[in-house]
């Protein structure tokens, strides 16, 4: 059964960084593309980046873009979310995802597999 483990959430002040991890177990890791998603208070889950299954292409919504990476480590099964020169607006709870497929999608519904959750707070 696939499971995916995010850690790295936290507290931090505008134009601080932070890296969020997603491990994933159940799965060949390589064969699928990984995505990340966040949902603020009130509001629905949005699409934020996402890699291909051979880590060779990614896509970054256009509120991230420049700020934000994405990566694989293939040799752990694990995927990374570098967040830098963080803003208030990006305060919400981060999912990592994935999808038993090679290309890379921005829908949610796009994805099967979803980690718990983890919280991302930046203070003004």
């Known amino acids: 059964q696939v499971q995916l483990v995010e850690s790295g959430g936290g507290l931090v002040q505008a134009g601080d960084s932070l890296r969020l991890s997603c491990a994933a177990s159940g799965l060949p890791f390589s064969a699928y593309a990984m995505g990340w998603f966040r949902q603020a208070p009130g509001k629905e889950r949005e699409f934020v980046a996402a890699?291909?299954?051979?880590?060779?292409?990614?896509s970054y919504a256009e509120s991230v873009k420049g700020r934000f990476t994405t990566s694989i480590d293939n040799a752990k099964n694990t995927a990374y979310l570098q967040m830098n020169s963080l803003k208030p607006e990006d305060t919400a709870v981060y999912y990592c995802a994935a999808r038993d497929g090679l290309g890379l999608r921005v829908g949610r519904n796009q994805y099967a597999y979803w980690g718990q959750g983890t919280q991302v707070t930046v203070s003004s």
């Open positions: 890699i291909s299954g051979s880590g060779t292409s990614t």
